[in-house]
């Protein structure tokens, strides 16, 4: 065996990460809802989510055992902090419960990337 998923894997591993995918993307626009009341700023939700990057490092190391090497965890750190200097200016209590969205929201992407780095580790399983 060479590895490969059969089709019928390949659609059950879509299938599974369908949802997590809708919940992240659901999370992202839910805090930008204004007539939700749960919007927050178009910026702070654009840095908040870059932060999937800290979330798939993390947990890439939990979960995976990868190393996280300074150059990564550096420029995770540039991310977080160009992620505090907005939510910084931004700290309103009405875009409080948006910012926390938009943080979920990344957590959430950097969860799937790591899950769907575990289940396929290699691309090429796909075609």
Not at 46 to 58: D, G, H, I, K, M
Not at 87 to 106: I, K
Request: hydrophobic content about 50%; some cysteine; overall charge neutral.
């Amino acid at each position: 065996e060479d590895g490969r998923k059969l089709p019928h894997e390949v659609a059950w591993l879509a299938f599974k990460y369908s949802f997590p995918w809708l919940a992240g993307n659901y999370l992202f626009n839910l805090s930008l809802c204004m007539s939700c009341g749960t919007g927050t700023t178009v910026a702070s939700n654009t840095v908040l989510s870059s932060t999937c990057a800290l979330w798939a490092l993390l947990l890439s190391v939990l979960i995976l055992g990868e190393n996280g090497s300074p150059v990564k965890f550096f420029s995770v750190a540039t991310t977080i902090l160009g992620a505090a200097l907005v939510t910084g200016v931004d700290m309103r209590a009405a875009t409080m419960l948006g910012d926390l969205l938009a943080l979920t929201s990344a957590l959430t992407f950097g969860l799937i990337s790591v899950v769907l780095k575990k289940w396929i580790p290699e691309e090429g399983a796909l075609n």
